[in-house]
């Protein structure tokens, strides 16, 4: 069965330092999405993409984060001046995306768990 | 703001006892509702999903959870647990309006189940 990957699983930075989470997606959906975990809270959503662009962000997803799709299969996501508040598990999502509801239905993939020093 | 509250944030059970979990979401309309399940070190799984038709809607693993429209709730529930239904469970809306297919999730709820 397909499934949604991330990599690292674990990755340790210091605060002020740019990190890359990567994500490669079920490959026939459209729809992709990063979330984020801080300990012991709830999932929370940070940003959405299709068709090479953002579709929705939330106030989460400020100037120090940004999404791309370098090529045909990968999703990362970047933050630029890690913050201490910004440790926490980052989830990669995809979904199918065509027109009947049930297709936005989400894969989620393992997460990176993200500590900052 | 939407808001979908889960209430138990830790249950502890023994085999063979009865689960259920509560779900509450905060918005009127048409919801989309799903409970998703972590087992220790895996990804988030969709254990059931309910769009509309027959409220009680079964899922994976003997799980059932009932849409009470009336009560903006959405509880999981198994009649028997199983030491392997230890996981982080977490419920999650989508409200159909604004186009906007973004869930928003639950806290989370805990399930530790004794052998």
């Known amino acids: 069965e397909p499934e949604v990957t991330q990599t690292p699983s674990h990755q340790v930075t210091q605060m002020g330092q740019e990190v890359i989470l990567r994500c490669v997606p079920i490959s026939n959906h459209l729809y992709f999405y990063w979330y984020r975990q801080i300990l012991g809270q709830k999932v929370e959503f940070l940003v959405s993409f299709y068709n090479n662009e953002i579709s929705e962000k939330s106030e989460i997803f400020d100037d120090q984060f940004s999404v791309e799709r370098p090529d045909g299969s990968n999703f990362t996501l970047k933050i630029r001046s890690t913050k201490l508040e910004d440790s926490a598990m980052y989830f990669c999502?995809?979904?199918?995306?065509?027109?009947?509801?049930?297709?936005?239905?989400?894969?989620f993939g393992p997460g990176t768990r993200l500590t900052v020093t | 703001a939407q808001s979908v509250s889960q209430h138990n944030h830790h249950v502890i059970l023994s085999e063979a006892a009865s689960l259920e979990l509560g779900c509450n979401y905060s918005?009127?309309?048409?919801?989309?509702l799903f409970w998703y399940v972590q087992y220790p070190g895996q990804h988030l799984q969709l254990l059931l999903k309910?769009?509309?038709?027959?409220?009680l809607v079964k899922g994976i693993k003997g799980f059932e959870a009932e849409f009470i429209k009336s009560k903006f709730s959405f509880n999981l529930r198994k009649p028997s647990v199983q030491w392997s239904d230890t996981a982080e469970y977490f419920c999650a809306a989508i409200v159909l309006s604004g186009g906007s297919y973004i869930p928003t999730f639950g806290r989370g709820t805990s399930l530790i189940v004794h052998p």
């Open positions: 999502a995809s979904s199918p995306g065509l027109q009947v509801l049930s297709s936005y239905e989400q894969y």
């Open positions: 309910y769009f509309s038709g027959d409220p």
């Open positions: 918005y009127g309309g048409t919801v989309n």
